[in-house]
Nanobody, 123 residues
Framework: VQLQASGGGLVQAGDSLRLSCAAS????????MGWFRQAPGKEREFVAT????????SYADSVKGRFTISRDNAKNLLYLQMNSLQPEDTAVYYC?????????????????WGQGTQVTVSS
């Protein structure tokens, strides 16, 4: 599976962005997926995860209520809708494919990673 994230950019606080992750390979629809982010000087952290069928989602406390993860298995696409963006959301965002059908907040569950897309939120 190859993953290609896109949709990042420079926005102001309070704005919205939608990230997309295009997956190649037929395993996409069988696997849980996740979004992680990494700010300068910080470790990569969990943002959101979704199960193989989209029925189960989970979010980091810092984004709960503002971000929504979704997927379209027919199109091999993963999304992250980000609303009410804040400067602390500034980071490179990575999509990732899980070894398992369920989603997971743990990095060890993921064996496929996209290249990342930069999100910068100005105050």
């Amino acid at each position: 599976v190859q993953l290609q994230a896109s949709g990042g950019g420079l926005v102001q606080a309070g704005d919205s962005l939608r990230l997309s992750c295009a997956a190649s390979g037929r395993m996409f629809s069988n696997n849980g997926m996740g979004w992680f982010r990494q700010a300068p000087g910080k470790e990569r952290e969990f943002v959101a995860t979704i199960s193989w069928n989209g029925q189960s989602t989970s979010y980091a406390d810092s984004v709960k209520g503002r971000f929504t993860i979704s997927r379209d298995n027919a199109k091999n696409l993963l999304y992250l809708q980000m609303n009410s963006l804040q400067p602390e959301d500034t980071a490179v965002y990575y999509c990732a494919g899980s070894r398992y059908a369920r989603g997971s907040p743990g990095r060890d569950a993921y064996n496929y990673w996209g290249q990342g897309t930069q999100v910068t939120v100005s105050s």
